[in-house]
C-alpha cells in the first residue's frame, strides 16, 4: 500500500514537472505547479504513515499501548498545503494580469524579457 | 536575556509588517514611523548579538515553547543562531534598515505603498528567520515565503507589463527550486524521523551516504542554486531584479541570493559535511566558475542600467560560490568576504541606479547621459560602487577578490592540480571585463553629453542620499580595515562552517555531542595571509593620485578644445572622436566595447539566445541542472 502512495506521488511530480516544461499555455504550468505540489504532500503524509497505527490521539489517560502513525508529516502537510494554495492564488492572479497586458497566455509571446 | 534575542528579532520584523499594514492606510509618516522602528529595532537586537557570539564565541538556542529534546529526540522547532548565521543575519538587517529609509521617499510616487511595505518587512523577516533557523521544515517555509514576498514585490508596479511577465517567471521557477527542497525536507524526515539541523548533522556523521540521502542531497542543491541564482538557474534574476523597484533590488542581491548562499553553506558543510571530498569542491568550483564567466559576459551585452547590475550580482555569487567551494581556510575567508562586500557595493550600485529612475524616468544606457553635472553626488557614489566592484583599492572588493585570487592559487599548490589556476585566471579576466562594463555604465549615465530631456534632472533627497553615502562609507571602512573586518566577522564564521560538533552540542547538549564525536570536536587552526596587501600604503597611493588628478584639473589640463561646425554630421560615427566637444553626440552604452561584441558575436548570440525568455525553457534548465547534479553526484561522490 505504501509503494503505491510513493509511486502516485512520484508521477504526480513528474506529470507536474512535464506540464511546467512543455505547456505553452500560462494557465497549464499553474495546473503544472500545482501537480507537483499534491505529488509531495502525498509524499510527506506517506512517510508518516504506519501500516495499522491509529491516529495520534491520547484517548484515555490510563492508555499504555501506543501504535500512532507520525503525527508530525501530517502537520507538515498541512502548511505545504496552505503554502501550495497560496502559490496557486498568486500564480493565477498574475496569469489574468499577462492576459490584461499581453492579450494572450502564450508563453512563446510572453518574452519581452530576453537576452 | 540573550536567548531571547533572536526569536524578537525575527518576530518584530514580521510585527511590523501586520501592524504598518493595519495602520499605514491612515497616515503615511505613522507608517513610516512603524517600519523604521521595526526595521531599527530589529538591526539593534541583531547588533546585540555580536559581543555574545562573535566576540566570546557563543551559540545561542532557543526552543520555540521550550519544547526540548527529550531522551536525545529533538521534537520541537529550534532556533540556533551560530556564528555563520549571525554573519548573514548581520548582513540582512543592515540591508533591510538602509532600504526601508532609502524606500521612504523612492516609492511615495506609487500607489499602494501600505501593500509595499507589508511584503518588504515579510520579505526581511523571512530571510532573517531563514538564516537563524536549525529546523530543515523552517528553513523550506522561510525561503517560501521570501520567494513569495519577492514575487510580490516584483509584481509591485503592474501597471507595467514587464514587472507582471518577471514577476511570473520568478513564481514559477522560484516555485519549482522551493519545490525541491520541500522534497529533499521530505526523504530528509522519511530517514531519520527528525527535522532538527543539529540532530540531522549527527546523525549523518556516522550514517553511510546512502542513495537515499545523495537523492535527498541532490534535490537541496539544486533547489538552493535557484534561491541563490546560480548558472544555469540564474535566467530569472535579470528579470526580476530589473522590473522590481530598485529599493528591492537591493534587497534582491543583498539578502535574497544570500539566503541561497547561506543555504548552501550550511547544508553542504555543516549538515552533510561533505566539503572534505574533492569531488564537490570541485561540483562547487566548477558552477562558480561558469557563473562568475557567463554573468559578466552577460552584462558587457546589456543596454538597460540594472539589468546590467543584475546581471554583475549573478557575477559576483560566482565569486562567493568558488571561494566557497575552494574549502579551505583561505577560500572560505574569501568566500564570506566577497559575500559582505557584494551586499554593500552592489546595494550602493542598486541604489544609484534608483537615484536615477527617481530623477530622470529610464534606466535606458542608451538614453542617459551626462547627468554627474545635475546629480554630483549620486555620480560620486556611483563611482565608488564601482571602484569597489570593479576591485580597484583601497575599496572593499579589491580585499575580498584578492582573497580569491590567492585562495584558488594556494589551492593549485596544494593539491598540485593546474585547473585551479585556470579558475585564478578566468576569475581575473572577469574582473576585468567588470571594470570594462562598469567603464561603460559611467560613460555613459554620467559623463558624455547631457541628452535635452533630462535638463531638470535633480539631486535625489536628503533621505535617498544617506543610505547611500553609509553604504560608500561602509565600502571604504571594509577596504582600508580588512584585518578588523576578518578578525571580528569572518574568522569566527568560518570556524562555525568548519566545527560542526559544536553546532550539535550546543541544540542536543554535550552529552549527545560526545556521544556522535567520540573523536573529540576538532576545532581547525585559523592561519591566513595576505600577500602583498598593505591597505595603508594603497591608501596613501590613491589620495596622492587624487590630488594630482585635482591639480591637473584645477591648472586646466583637461579642458577640451572647442569645434565647431559638427552639427550636420554626427561626429560620434567618424573615427577620431576622443576629446572633442560635439553637440550631442554623446557615446551611447551600445557604442562602447562593440569591437569585443562583434568578434565573438558567435558567444553573444547564442547566450542571447539561451535567454530566451520562455518560461518552459527557463523551468527545463532548473531541472535538467538538478537531474545533472544528482547524476553526479550518484556517481562521483561515495
Redesign the interface.
Known amino acids: 500500500m505504501l509503494l503505491e502512495n510513493y509511486l502516485c506521488s512520484i508521477v504526480l511530480i513528474v506529470l507536474g514537472l512535464y506540464a511546467i516544461i512543455t505547456k505553452k499555455n500560462a494557465f497549464k504550468i499553474v495546473i503544472g505547479m500545482g501537480l507537483v505540489d499534491y505529488g509531495i504532500n502525498l509524499m510527506l503524509v506517506s512517510a508518516g504513515f504506519r501500516v495499522n497505527g491509529t491516529a495520534p490521539i491520547f484517548d484515555a489517560p490510563t492508555q499504555t499501548q501506543y501504535f500512532f502513525v507520525d503525527p508530525v508529516p501530517q502537520a507538515l502537510t498541512l502548511t505545504s498545503i496552505v503554502i501550495g494554495a497560496c502559490v496557486t492564488a498568486l500564480a493565477l492572479s498574475l496569469v489574468v494580469k499577462i492576459k490584461e497586458h499581453y492579450g494572450t497566455l502564450d508563453t512563446d509571446k510572453v518574452r519581452r524579457l530576453n537576452g | 536575556m540573550t536567548n531571547h534575542l533572536p526569536i524578537i528579532a525575527i518576530q518584530v520584523l514580521f510585527l511590523g509588517a501586520f501592524i504598518s499594514g493595519l495602520v499605514g492606510y491612515k497616515s503615511n509618516s505613522l507608517r513610516k514611523f512603524v517600519i523604521f522602528l521595526a526595521t531599527g529595532t530589529s538591526l539593534v537586537l541583531t547588533l546585540m548579538l555580536f559581543k555574545p557570539v562573535m566576540m566570546e564565541g557563543q551559540i545561542i538556542s532557543y526552543w520555540m515553547g521550550n519544547w526540548v529534546p527529550v531522551s536525545d529526540w529533538a521534537i520541537g522547532i529550534g532556533l540556533e543562531v551560530d556564528q555563520l548565521s549571525l554573519f548573514f543575519g548581520l548582513i540582512v538587517t543592515v540591508t533591510v534598515f538602509l532600504g526601508a529609509i532609502y524606500s521612504f521617499k523612492y516609492m511615495s510616487k506609487d500607489n499602494g505603498q501600505d501593500k509595499y511595505y507589508v511584503v518588504f518587512m515579510m520579505l526581511a523577516g523571512s530571510v532573517l528567520g531563514f538564516v537563524f533557523t536549525g529546523d530543515l521544515?523552517n528553513m523550506y517555509?522561510m525561503i517560501?515565503i521570501m520567494t513569495?514576498a519577492a514575487?510580490?514585490l516584483t509584481?509591485f508596479r503592474?501597471h507595467k507589463?514587464?514587472s507582471?511577465?518577471?514577476?511570473?517567471?520568478y513564481?514559477?521557477v522560484g516555485?519549482?527550486g522551493s519545490?525541491l527542497i520541500?522534497?529533499g525536507t521530505?526523504v530528509m524526515?522519511?530517514q531519520f524521523?527528525t527535522?532538527n539541523l543539529a540532530q540531522i548533522t549527527a546523525l549523518l556523521n556516522n550514517a553511510q551516504h546512502t542513495p537515499v540521502i545523495l537523492f535527498a542531497f541532490a534535490l537541496m542543491i539544486g533547489g538552493y542554486a535557484v534561491k541563490a541564482f546560480i548558472v544555469p538557474c540564474h535566467v530569472v534574476a535579470?528579470?526580476a531584479y530589473?522590473?522590481a523597484p530598485s529599493s528591492v533590488s537591493m534587497l534582491f542581491s543583498g539578502i535574497v541570493n544570500k539566503a541561497g548562499i547561506y543555504g548552501m553553506i550550511r547544508l553542504v558543510f555543516v549538515v552533510f559535511a561533505s566539503m572534505n571530498l574533492p569531488s564537490m569542491q570541485f561540483l562547487l568550483v566548477f558552477l562558480g566558475t561558469i557563473t562568475m564567466f557567463i554573468g559578466v559576459t552577460m552584462a558587457l551585452?546589456?543596454s538597460d542600467f540594472k539589468r546590467l547590475l543584475a546581471f554583475h550580482s549573478i557575477s559576483q555569487i560566482g565569486y562567493v560560490l568558488t571561494a566557497i567551494g575552494l574549502s579551505t581556510i583561505l577560500g572560505l575567508t574569501g568566500g564570506l568576504y566577497h559575500a559582505l562586500n557584494h551586499t554593500l557595493f552592489k546595494g550602493l550600485l542598486f541604489l544609484c541606479a534608483g537615484a536615477v529612475l527617481y530623477s530622470t524616468g529610464t534606466t535606458d544606457l542608451n538614453k542617459l547621459g551626462g547627468l554627474a553635472k545635475k546629480m554630483p553626488q549620486t555620480a560620486g557614489l556611483f563611482l565608488v560602487g564601482a571602484f569597489a566592484i570593479s576591485g580597484i583599492p583601497p575599496f572593499n572588493g579589491f580585499v575580498s577578490k584578492w582573497l580569491v585570487y590567492q585562495g584558488t592559487f594556494a589551492k593549485s599548490m596544494e593539491t598540485n592540480n593546474p585547473g585551479y589556476v585556470f579558475v585564478t585566471i578566468v576569475a581575473l579576466i572577469v574582473s576585468v571585463m567588470t571594470l570594462a562594463s562598469f567603464i561603460k555604465v559611467t560613460q555613459s549615465v554620467f559623463f558624455g553629453q547631457l541628452p535635452k530631456e533630462f535638463e531638470n534632472a535633480e539631486e535625489v533627497p536628503l533621505s535617498m542620499r544617506i543610505p547611500m553615502w553609509i553604504l560608500a562609507a561602509l565600502c571604504l571602512v571594509a577596504g582600508i580595515l580588512p584585518t578588523a573586518v576578518i578578525d571580528y566577522l569572518i574568522k569566527p564564521a568560518v570556524l562555525a562552517i568548519k566545527s560542526a560538533g559544536n553546532y550539535v552540542a550546543v541544540m542536543m547538549g554535550q552529552e549527545y555531542a560526545t556521544k556522535i564525536y567520540t573523536e573529540g570536536i576538532a576545532i581547525p587552526k585559523y592561519d591566513y595571509a595576505m600577500a602583498g596587501w598593505n591597505p595603508t600604503s594603497w591608501l596613501i597611493l590613491f589620495g596622492v593620485l587624487l590630488i594630482a588628478f585635482a591639480l591637473v584639473a584645477l591648472t586646466g589640463g583637461f579642458n577640451p578644445r572647442h569645434i565647431v561646425g559638427a552639427e550636420n554630421n554626427n561626429a560620434k560615427f567618424d573615427v577620431f572622436f576622443s576629446g572633442e566637444a560635439a553637440e550631442h553626440s554623446h557615446v551611447a552604452g551600445n557604442d562602447l566595447f562593440w569591437g569585443l561584441k562583434h568578434n565573438l558575436k558567435g558567444y553573444f548570440h547564442f547566450m542571447?539566445d539561451v535567454?530566451?525568455?520562455?518560461?518552459?525553457d527557463y523551468?527545463?534548465m532548473v531541472?535538467s541542472t538538478t537531474a545533472l547534479v544528482m547524476l553526479y553526484l550518484f556517481l562521483l561522490v561515495k
Open positions: 521544515f517555509v517560501e513569495f514575487v510580490g509584481a503592474n507589463a514587464e507582471i511577465e518577471a514577476a511570473f517567471k513564481l514559477v516555485s519549482i519545490s520541500l522534497l521530505v524526515y522519511a524521523k527535522l535579470p528579470d530589473a522590473a551585452a546589456q542571447h535567454h530566451n525568455g520562455v518560461v518552459n523551468a527545463l531541472v
